[in-house]
């Protein structure tokens, strides 16, 4: 069964660091590549950081570059989102997304989502 787990939300003050993780199970994560998404209250869904294999060349947010990292480790099947330098517009549900493209075919899997919350 396919699983992918965030953990590491939580409550924290501007300007403070955060950081998520993203377990996976169930498939070939070393294969896929790896997104975070973030839906604040009442908008819609946005990408916030892509790492992509085989490369590992990452891509970022605008709102987020310079203070959010994603970083992964396949031996763990986990990968992560150092957030740094919290703002208040960064509160919303974080998910963890997997992708894999073979021919025509897209796999493609969601967490579940983690709440992070800056407030003072």
């Known amino acids: 069964q396919v699983q992918l787990v965030e953990s590491g939300g939580g409550l924290v003050q501007p300007g403070g660091s955060l950081r998520l993780s993203c377990a996976g199970a169930?498939?070939?994560?070393?294969?896929?590549?790896m997104s975070w998404y973030r839906q604040p209250p009442g908008k819609e869904r946005e990408l916030v950081a892509t790492?992509?294999?085989?490369?590992?060349?990452?891509n970022y947010a605008e709102s987020v570059k310079g203070r959010f990292t994603i970083s992964r480790d396949n031996a763990k099947n986990t990968v992560y989102l150092q957030m740094n330098s919290l703002k208040f517009e960064d509160t919303a549900v974080y998910y963890c997304?997997?992708?894999?493209?073979?021919?025509?075919?897209?796999?493609?899997?969601w967490g579940q989502g983690t709440q992070v919350t800056v407030s003072s």
């Open positions: 169930g498939f070939t994560f070393s294969t896929y590549t």
């Open positions: 790492l992509t294999i085989p490369d590992g060349s990452t």
């Open positions: 997304y997997a992708r894999r493209k073979s021919g025509p075919t897209v796999y493609n899997y």
